[in-house]
Structures are given as structure tokens and as C-alpha cells.
């Protein structure tokens, strides 16, 4: 199929028009190389995994009385489990987004021992 389509399919010049970027009628301006820090991958993660757990929550309170105490029991661990990972990442730190916040009067860390100089 793709032999045939490259066969028959129609032929075109390539030229700087056609190569450049197109969106909605605006013409690009800028570089198209973006750097994304590794907080937008985070967020990610956790929107796929939580929006996961939604969804077989969600099933399984579509079928709540037909999986009886077993499948409630499962589901259950299933948000225990859940609940320890997000305790575990909230700990380690995985959820502070923006630098710390000093309160007023605490030294900075690099001063914070008054011995040091």
C-alpha cells in the first residue's frame, strides 16, 4: 500500500514553504525546539495514574452490588494502596512544585550555621 501510494500519489516540490511549521493560519516565529522541565512529566505521570483510578473506581461502583463484600474489599485495598503511594510521594517531596518558602527571620541553609563563615 505504501509502494502503490507512493506510485500514484501526487507529486509535490519540496521548498521552504512547504517545510516550514503551520498552525491555524499563523506563521511561526521562534525556534520549535522546547524544553519542558521534568515538573510538566510529573504532572503527567500523575494525571495517567490518577485518571486510572478513577476509572476502576468508577467501574467497579458500576457493579458495586453484583461483586458484593469481595469486590469491595478489593477495592478497598486497591485505594489503600493508592493512598500509601501518594503519602510516600507527598514525603519525598514529589509534590512540591515551586521553591521552598523560607518563614521570616530563618536563615537561608547555606547560613544557617552561625559558625560557619
Known amino acids: ?29 521562534g525556534s520549535t525546539q522546547l524544553r519542558f522541565s521534568a515538573k510538566f512529566y510529573l504532572v503527567a505521570m500523575f494525571f495517567v495514574i490518577f485518571d486510572l483510578e478513577a476509572i476502576f473506581v468508577m467501574t467497579w461502583g458500576a457493579v458495586a452490588r ?18 500509601v503511594a501518594l503519602i510516600y510521594l507527598w514525603r519525598t517531596g514529589a509534590l512540591d512544585w515551586g521553591p521552598k518558602s523560607r518563614r521570616p527571620g530563618q536563615l537561608s541553609p547555606q547560613r544557617s550555621d552561625p559558625r560557619r563563615r
Not at 506510485?7 to 503551520?22: H, V
Not at 453484583?66 to 493512598?83: C, D, N, Q, R, S
Open 1 to 29: 500500500m505504501l509502494g502503490l501510494s507512493a506510485l500514484l500519489g501526487p507529486r509535490t516540490r519540496r521548498t521552504a514553504a512547504t517545510n516550514t511549521p503551520y498552525e491555524s493560519g499563523i506563521v511561526a516565529s
Open 66 to 83: 453484583e461483586a458484593g463484600w469481595a469486590g469491595y474489599i478489593e477495592v478497598m485495598v486497591f485505594l489503600v494502596i493508592l493512598l
